[in-house]
């Protein structure tokens, strides 16, 4: 499980991007749903490599698709069974 910490990080980041409110965002939501579109993506994907020192490769970031895959990738390390 990702700590409290990271997780709190990546949701600020997620809200930062999309211009929403961090406790809008929910594990389960859709980057669609939060009307994250892909270049805000790639925006958190570039960021996330950056911070969390993860390499994101470009199939791998059109498997993230809600907010708790970005939880998991980064947890894991940058991989994604």
Do not use: C, P, Y
């Not at 949701?11 to 999309?18: G, Q, T, V, Y």
């Amino acid at each position: 499980m990702i700590n409290q910490e990271k997780k709190d990080h990546i949701l600020s980041l997620i809200a930062e991007i999309a211009d929403i409110q961090k406790d809008d965002i929910k594990d389960e939501s859709t980057f669609e749903e939060i009307g994250m579109d892909s270049l805000m993506a790639l925006e958190l994907a570039v960021r996330i490599e950056r911070e969390f020192e993860v390499f994101i490769q470009e199939e791998e970031l059109m498997n993230l698709r809600k907010v708790e895959d970005v939880f998991l990738f980064v947890e894991q390390g940058g991989f994604i069974d």
